[in-house]
């Protein structure tokens, strides 16, 4: 099995390199991380129940949509936008395409023997990202809500374990969604020259912004998605009253 590095007549094995560190290791880890994820969150969309205790309610299920004779889990309404945003996302496509079809599985080391042929075809639907990125925006302002209102224990303030979990989730669901390339393109990508542009101060100091998040683009998306995760499986073993909601306040 050889691949045909593109531009060259040269044949390469599946894998050769001349790297000597353990390059393995972060294809590898992202395959188990993804995949793990991916399992997590289907089981727990499916489920239907133990998704809101007290003030709290698990992220994959807000918003919270039960139409009348729906059938399934609510969790399936609403899970795609954020999946959608996830699975089309940069930074993502990079992991997967290495992790899991060796496109190739590392810098340096040559491709599984199956040709590259961009994001066309089937992968067209990669082109959605931008799209995704405002029903991120949209999920932004959900979660924090539920982050709020998870501070309001039957109309009284109070803090328990659980406000400051979904507190922390909506901040680092909005830092990497604040870090997207879509989003950075938006408010600069067709500008030159800042200060010759209207409102060029404002959007100099918004791109600056994104520009922050995006340089650890890769550090939110891990962050957020383990943390989403966390949230689910929070709410989910208090409202099964296998674990007990500490309060703080
Ligand atoms: Fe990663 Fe847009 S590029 S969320």
Redesign the pocket.
């Known amino acids: 099995m050889s691949e045909t590095t593109p531009g060259s007549s040269v044949s390469r094995p599946f894998l050769e390199t001349r790297r000597e560190d353990n390059w393995w290791v972060g294809p590898m880890a992202t395959a188990m991380g993804l995949l793990a994820f991916t399992v997590y969150t289907t089981w727990a969309a499916l489920q239907g129940e133990h998704y809101s205790w007290g003030p709290y309610l698990s992220p994959f299920y807000s918003p919270l949509i039960k139409p009348e004779g729906w059938p399934l889990s609510p969790a399936i309404l609403i899970l795609w936008a954020p999946g959608g945003?996830r699975l089309t996302?940069?930074?993502?496509r990079k992991s997967y395409y290495r992790a899991f079809m060796a496109m190739p599985p590392a810098c340096a080391v040559a491709a599984a023997p199956h040709k590259y042929r961009g994001e066309r075809a089937l992968f067209i639907f990669q082109n959605l990202?931008r799209f995704f990125?405002y029903l991120a925006m949209l999920f932004v302002v959900i979660l924090t809500y539920d982050a709020i209102i998870a501070f309001n224990f039957d109309g009284s303030f109070g803090i328990g374990v659980g406000s400051i979990v979904l507190t922390l989730n909506a901040v680092f669901i909005a830092a990497?969604?604040f870090?997207?390339?879509?989003?950075r393109h938006l408010v600069g990508g067709n500008v030159d020259c800042y200060s010759c542009a209207s409102m060029g101060k404002q959007r100099h100091l918004l791109w600056r912004v994104v520009t922050f998040f995006n340089k650890k683009?890769m550090e939110w998306?891990w962050i957020s998605l383990f943390w989403v995760g966390f949230s689910d499986a929070y709410v989910r073993l208090v409202s099964m009253g296998i674990i007990t909601d500490m309060r703080i306040l």
């Open positions: 945003f996302c940069y930074y993502y990202h990125f990497f969604t870090g997207c390339n879509s989003f683009h998306a």
